[in-house]
Structure formats: C-alpha cells, structure tokens
C-alpha cells in the first residue's frame, strides 16, 4: 500500500504563494493534487504521468498552478501562485489515477490532507 504524507498547507492573502509537498513511499504512474471545501465535493486540481504526458489543470487553476514531481524523493509538489479566496480548500495528495482527467471515485491512494485558507 502506498502512502502519501502532504505538507505545506496554510494561511495566506489573496494573491500569495504556497508550495504543497506530497512525499510518497512509492512509485507510482500517476500523481495529482486534489481539493475540497466545505459542502462541496472533493475536485480534482492537477494531475501528473508519466514523462512525455501533458500535465493536466482544472480550469480554475490554470496558469496559477504547476504541477511537478521529484522521481529520486518520490515527491510530487503543487506551487500555488496568485491565490484567490476561491482556492480555499483541504488539499489532498492523490496516486494512482485510473482516469485521464483525474475523478475522486478513481484514486488509489489518498494523503490525509493539508488546509489552505486564502483570506481576501
């Protein structure tokens, strides 16, 4: 079973920058980044394959959030840039993706969870 340990979460102004860490304990073809808030559902955010596979963004996010991974740290990270009230979310780490675009019912592995709160 992989297990997945995100970091990085917190509190920042509108228009700020986080960097999330998800540190895995094993490889696996697929990792992305997933987000809820409360009362809605879990949506995806970015998702990442293997290389030479496009890295796929929700709309909301696009140009604001880059996904990459760290194959020697079995790492991946989500820099945050420019951040909006509306990203306000607990973010999960996700592995295994068995759907292209990533979808929450199709996840293998789950992180516990890191908050980031975006004040206006």
Avoid: H
């Avoid at 980044?33 to 990442?48: I, L, S, T």
């Amino acid at each position: 079973q992989v297990q997945l340990v995100e970091s990085g979460g917190a509190s920042v102004q509108t228009g700020g920058s986080l960097k999330l860490s998800c540190a895995a304990s094993a490889w696996t073809v697929t990792m992305g980044w997933f987000r809820q808030a409360p009362g809605n559902e879990r949506e995806a955010v970015a998702g990442a394959r293997t290389e030479g596979v496009p890295t796929w963004y929700a709309d909301s996010v696009k140009g604001r959030f880059t996904i990459s991974r760290d194959t020697a740290k079995n790492t991946v990270y989500l820099q945050m840039n420019n951040l909006e009230p509306d990203d306000t979310a607990m973010y999960y780490c996700a592995a295994g993706l068995k759907t292209w675009p990533p979808r929450s019912d199709s996840v293998s592995y789950w992180g516990q969870g890191t908050q980031v709160t975006v004040s206006s």
